[in-house]
């Protein structure tokens, strides 16, 4: 039941803090990740050399999110792959190769299929799944559980960060099994994770009446664009996925740093534009990269939102709209900047008069190819 809630979308926003803790819970021992579901099954990720994660929808852009953490942390190439692609390219996969599937409702088709192909080509799989004993987690060899709780919003939001937490607790499993992390930075790692549903939590208290209030200046907007860079493109995909899919207006995401190669031929005055921005703490410069991407979109007279963490004063200049979000490790910030977005989304189809739980010509979940 939605409770006092305005939409099952609104409450299931709100459970985003707890869809995380929840997922955390009893998977950390001494400070260390070990996943119990996944006791006795060390041979799943000793002898490989490949990952590749499949979904569809917002698990894609969970499995997008998770590939830098998991690349990084396991040292394990990764790559992410819509699943209706992966078994119509004739793929290099074998036993070498870990096959990590998303799904909220673990019954998508596309999904499934995926799996199985997998299966039949002889890798290894693993099922990232919100709804325990579905198909999908039955056909893997293995599956490690998101606790979000029932999700009943068509669009999915709290099992998206429960995803990407499920996603980041396998690397540092897999991480701790293979020695490829030192321990010190994965004590940092689990202590980051843990901390993330306060971090949320602060962004739904500071920031859900802003974005409310402009969303509705916004109800007659036609397009809006996201840009993001590293974990914060794939950021940048769902929130204009979400916008698409219960807005019903074109939005875009793209990399930040592909915006002088076409993209920023869209901007014209007054095009709404949110900005994710990498923390000045992220290495390579990225903060200023973007910061430039900025500076660029407004000469064009783009209006600027900016999602960016707390006391970075080179926005300030350059953005209507500054939405701030808690200090985290830069692999954490996705969890806390997806959370405007998914406000905004919220936000804009309340304004514009639609139904935010049932948007038109979708469905929850997909059990067909
Ligand atoms: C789509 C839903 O059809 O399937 C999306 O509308 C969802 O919201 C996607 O992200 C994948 O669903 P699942 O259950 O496999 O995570």
């Known amino acids: 039941e939605k409770g006092g809630w305005s939409s099952f979308m609104a409450k299931e926003v ?12 009893g998977r950390v021992h001494d400070g260390q990740v070990v996943i119990p579901e996944l006791e006795g099954l060390d041979d799943l990720f000793t002898g490989i050399r490949r990952i590749i994660v499949v979904a569809c929808g917002t698990a894609a852009y969970a499995g997008q999110t998770g590939k830098y953490a998991l690349e990084q942390w396991t040292r394990i190439p990764t790559d992410v792959e819509l699943a209706h692609e992966f078994r119509y390219r004739d793929p290099v996969i074998g036993e070498d190769t870990l096959v990590v599937s998303i799904s909220q409702s673990g019954e998508t088709m596309d999904t499934l299929m995926a799996v199985k192909y997998a299966r039949e080509q002889g890798a290894k799989t693993l099922s990232i799944c919100n709804t325990q004993g579905a198909t999908i987690p039955r056909e893997s060899d293995a599956v490690v559980y998101t606790h979000a709780g029932p999700e009943v919003a068509v669009a999915s ?3 998206f960060v429960a995803q990407i937490t499920a996603l980041y607790l396998l690397g540092l499993h897999v991480a701790r099994l293979r020695g490829s992390l030192d321990a010190d930075a994965a004590a940092q790692a689990v202590a980051e994770l843990e901390a993330v549903p306060e971090k949320i939590q602060l962004v739904l208290e500071n920031e859900q009446q802003h974005i409310e209030q402009f969303s509705r200046w916004m109800a007659d907007t036609q397009s809006v664009l996201f840009l993001g860079r590293h ?7 769902e929130g204009a996925l979400k916008l698409k899919e219960i807005s019903y207006i074109h939005a875009e ?3 930040a740093g592909e915006l002088k190669h076409g993209p920023i031929a869209l901007v014209e005055p007054g ?12 290495s390579g410069e990225l903060h200023k990269k973007v910061v430039s991407n900025i500076q660029e979109i407004r000469a064009r007279g783009a209006r600027v939102i900016v999602v960016a963490e707390e006391g970075d004063a080179a926005v300030l200049p350059f953005a209507d709209e500054v939405l701030r979000i808690p ?14 977005l998914h406000i905004f ?3 804009l189809s309340t304004a514009k008069g639609l139904d935010v739980d049932k948007p038109r010509n979708l469905a929850k979940s997909v059990t067909v190819e």
Do not use: W
């Not at 974990?231 to 995909?237: F, N, Q, S, T």
């Not at 095009?271 to 992220?282: A, K, M």
């Open 14 to 25: 709100s459970e985003e803090p707890e869809a995380v803790a929840n997922t955390v819970r």
């Open 157 to 159: 939001t709290k099992a």
């Open 231 to 237: 974990v914060g493109y794939p950021i940048a995909l």
């Open 253 to 255: 995401g793209f990399a």
């Open 271 to 282: 095009q709404p534009v949110f900005v994710i921005v990498p923390s000045p703490r992220h």
């Open 327 to 340: 200090l985290a490790d830069p692999l954490f910030e996705p969890l806390l900047a997806v959370v405007p």
């Open 345 to 347: 989304a919220m936000g």
